[in-house]
């Protein structure tokens, strides 16, 4: 079975080849392209489907198998059949990545989630919140895991740390000069 780089390279290469068709003046080769590229995903989501189906019935645990190697759940994303909803796949990654943030005394909350858009917005919590370090930590450890169970998403914001109220200025008047410890000008 070819690394998963390589998959992606194919996936690549498949739309770049479907940009070229589209790029040619004549359409109708682009047209009968795209037209058998959706009829073979019809049929290997309508197998996928039934493998699926297959495992529920006779070894449950198979579909978290299936679920949890990333080139199946990135096809079952595809074709609409990951059991998982998208929240509970987001949800399921934060606590992957919990241990590690905690060690760092650190957390991450989950605000909300836009599958329309591909979005998810997260705000960091415990030292995380407004440390230096935490766009790297985010980066490293939370979009990874994101990314790695929920592929669709194609956005993460943070919510920024709530700012302390802005100071005052004071201004303080020019402390009096004395020839001597004010002490010693009271009793004078």
Do not use: W
């Not at 390279?9 to 040619?24: H, K, N, P, V, Y």
């Not at 795209?34 to 297959?54: H, I, K, N, P, T």
């Not at 934060?94 to 943030?101: D, G, K, S, W």
């Amino acid at each position: 079975m070819p690394a998963p780089q390589n998959l992606r390279a194919t996936g690549d290469r498949i739309e770049q080849l479907l940009d070229e068709l589209s790029a040619t003046t004549d359409k109708r080769p682009y047209a009968l392209a795209e037209e058998v590229l959706r009829l073979v995903s019809d049929l290997y989501g309508a197998g996928l489907s039934r493998v699926l189906e297959l495992a529920q019935e006779g070894a449950p645990e198979l579909v978290d198998v299936l679920c949890g190697d990333e080139l199946v759940a990135s096809l079952l994303l595809v074709h609409g059949l990951h059991p998982a909803t998208l929240t509970s796949r987001v949800e399921d990654a934060l606590e992957q990545v919990r241990p590690f943030l905690a060690s760092h005394a650190g957390d991450v909350e989950l605000i909300a989630i836009d599958p329309e858009q591909g979005a998810v917005r997260l705000r960091l919590l415990g030292s995380c919140d407004g440390c230096a370090s935490s766009a790297v930590t985010l980066k490293m450890a939370v979009e990874r895991a994101i990314v790695e169970a929920a592929p669709e998403v194609v956005r993460i914001d943070v919510d920024e740390p709530s700012r302390p109220a802005a100071s005052v200025p004071v201004t303080l008047s020019p402390k009096p000069a004395y020839d001597r410890c004010p002490s010693e000008v009271a009793s004078a």
